[in-house]
Nanobody, 125 residues
C-alpha cells in the first residue's frame, strides 16, 4: 500500500523560500515518476514539477528557475525547494507518484498519477 505524506508548508512573505517534503512508503516501483502539483482556491489543480527514476526533471514554466525538485532515496523523500515565492504560488501542494518514468507531458496528465498525498498548504503574502 503506497502512502505519501507532505510536510513543510506554511506562510511566507513574497520573495521568501520554503522546502516541501514528501515521505513515501510502500513504493516498490522499479521505475517511477514523482511529482508536485498544486491547487489554488477556485482554480484547477496544476502540475508544478516532476522527477523520474532516470533522473530527468520537468517543471511548469511558471516555476522554472525558482523551484527545484529532488529526492533522497535513502530517506524515501521527495523535496520541492521553492525560492523567490510569489503570491501566485499560494496553493495546496500535493505529492503524487506513478509506476513508470515521467515524460514531457507528465505534468499535464494528472490522471496518470494514481497515488496522492493529502497536501500541505503554502501561503505567500
Amino acid at each position: 500500500h503506497v502512502q505519501l505524506v507532505e510536510s513543510g508548508g506554511g506562510s511566507v512573505q513574497e520573495g521568501g523560500s520554503l522546502t516541501l517534503s514528501c515521505t513515501a512508503s510502500g513504493i516498490t516501483y522499479t521505475r517511477y515518476c514523482m511529482g508536485w502539483f498544486r491547487q489554488a482556491p477556485g482554480k484547477e489543480r496544476e502540475g508544478v514539477a516532476a522527477l523520474a527514476s532516470d533522473g530527468n526533471t520537468y517543471y511548469a514554466d511558471s516555476v522554472k528557475g525558482r523551484f527545484t525538485i529532488s529526492e533522497d532515496n535513502a530517506k524515501r523523500t521527495l523535496y520541492l525547494q521553492m525560492n523567490s515565492l510569489k503570491p501566485d504560488d499560494t496553493a495546496m501542494y500535493y505529492c503524487a507518484a506513478h509506476s513508470w518514468d515521467c515524460y514531457s507531458g507528465s505534468l499535464q496528465n494528472q490522471h496518470n498519477f494514481h497515488n496522492w498525498g493529502p497536501g500541505t498548504q503554502v501561503t505567500v503574502s
